[in-house]
């Protein structure tokens, strides 16, 4: 089942931005970590950001630390991310997961995964 499912990637030059949106269903949103995983081409999976069920708390990866923004909607049961200065180097598919805490860091650990959405940074 479809628990996870990615939307707004698509093509954008270097320095541009774009939001991702994960839209989650048929499991308790609210009591989950909710993690943004990317893979880019020919390279495994790179955790990037987290944040709790309450949504007060987030982490970030050295790598989108400062360019990127995560938050989620509990009403909506939707998780985003806002991703500003993009750079060639960010193209890949973006997954969103859950996790029933903070420990999560490899895809056997989620509880529900997404397929992804792919994003690319070029001029």
């Known amino acids: 089942a479809d628990e996870l499912v990615e939307s707004g990637g698509g093509l954008v030059q270097p320095g541009g931005s774009l939001r991702l949106s994960c839209a989650a269903s048929g499991f308790a949103f609210t009591y989950y970590w909710m993690y943004w995983v990317r893979q880019a081409p020919g390279k495994g999976l790179e955790w990037i950001s987290k944040?709790?069920?309450?949504?007060?708390?987030?982490y970030y990866s050295d790598s989108v630390k400062g360019r990127f923004i995560m938050s989620r909607d509990n009403v909506k049961d939707t998780v985003y991310l806002q991703m500003s200065n993009l750079k060639p180097e960010d193209t890949a598919v973006y997954h969103c997961?859950?996790?029933?805490?903070?420990?999560?860091?490899?895809?056997?650990?989620?509880?529900?995964w997404g397929q992804g959405t792919q994003v690319t940074v070029s001029s």
């Open positions: 997961a859950a996790c029933s805490g903070s420990y999560c860091s490899s895809k056997s650990q989620y509880s529900f």
């Open positions: 944040i709790n069920g309450d949504g007060d708390t987030t």
